[in-house]
């Protein structure tokens, strides 16, 4: 990781630049997949009734919400503030019940729509416990 420590007699910062998945999921009116679905996973934690409308829109173009997953659980990677990993992983939880409960209706063609790798339902998995 390119950076620059910060050693002073009472602290250690490290400044790096910001990683362009987190850039492009943290940017203020990203419309990114990522960032519709961890403004999504935000509302349904706030308890807003947009919540569900607003994940559906994901889920209603296919590959998106696969997408969406992967980018925040890609971001949580390279994130150092736990809190914001948090976040970012409960988000990808949020749309990975969405794929699996997707994937109970299968469209008209035999396709599972935004369904996750088996990868990514390990990790969610994985960290969630």
């Not at 620059?4 to 990203?30: F, H, K, M, N, Y």
């Not at 990522?34 to 349904?44: E, K, N, R, V, Y």
């Not at 970012?88 to 939880?93: D, E, I, K, P």
């Amino acid at each position: 990781i390119n950076s620059c420590r910060d050693l002073t007699s009472t602290s250690v910062e490290i400044l790096q630049r910001v990683p362009p998945g987190t850039a492009d999921l943290l940017r203020i009116g990203s419309i990114e997949a990522g960032a519709l679905l961890l403004d999504a996973s935000d509302a349904f934690d706030s308890g807003s009734s947009n919540a569900d409308e607003a994940a559906r829109s994901i889920t209603n173009q296919e590959g998106l919400l696969e997408d969406a997953i992967l980018e925040c659980v890609e971001a949580a990677v390279g994130e150092f503030d736990v809190g914001v990993q948090k976040r970012m992983l409960r988000a990808a939880s949020y749309g990975l019940h969405f794929a699996c409960k997707d994937s109970e209706n299968k469209n008209n063609y035999g396709k599972t729509p935004g369904r996750p790798s088996s990868e990514a339902v390990a990790f969610v998995d994985a960290v969630g416990s």
